[in-house]
Nanobody, 126 residues
Framework: QVQLVESGGGLVQAGDSLSLSCAAS????????MGWFRQAPGKERKFVAA????????LYTDSVKGRFTISKDNSKNTLILQMNSLKPEDTAVYYC???????????????????WGQGTQVTVSS
């Protein structure tokens, strides 16, 4: 079993930075393929970023490339999403996701992930 708990969301101004954390328990993050998804009001949940098991491969949706960075802090068993130059369009509930894998890989598909956090609200005002 894997449990994920997001933290770090909040209300910020456009142009600000924010770092989200996803604390994992039950397995080490080095054994997990992980990702971040977000869901804006009235919208479907969408892919944001993904990282493979050992952290040497990442993927990003086009709208966040160059602004967001996904990474793992193995010493804290935590997944990180560093968000810079935030825009009002980034406003959403952000979810951490994970799947147990024994291979190197990433996924942009929410249905590939078995475990989900409760979400953390990010609101970016103009």
């Amino acid at each position: 079993q894997v449990q994920l708990v997001e933290s770090g969301g909040g209300l910020v101004q456009a142009g600000d930075s924010l770092s989200l954390s996803c604390a994992a328990s039950g397995r080490t993050v080095s054994g997990l393929s992980m990702g971040w998804f977000r869901q804006a009001p009235g919208k479907e949940r969408k892919f944001v970023a993904a990282i493979n098991r050992n952290g040497d491969s990442t993927l990003y949706t086009d709208s966040v490339k160059g602004r967001f960075t996904i990474s793992k802090d193995n010493s804290k068993n935590t997944l990180i999403l560093q968000m810079n130059s935030l825009k009002p369009e980034d406003t959403a509930v952000y979810y951490c996701a994970a799947r147990v894998v024994w291979f190197s890989g990433t996924s942009v598909l929410d249905y590939d992930y078995s475990y989900w956090g409760q979400g953390t609200q990010v609101t970016v005002s103009s």
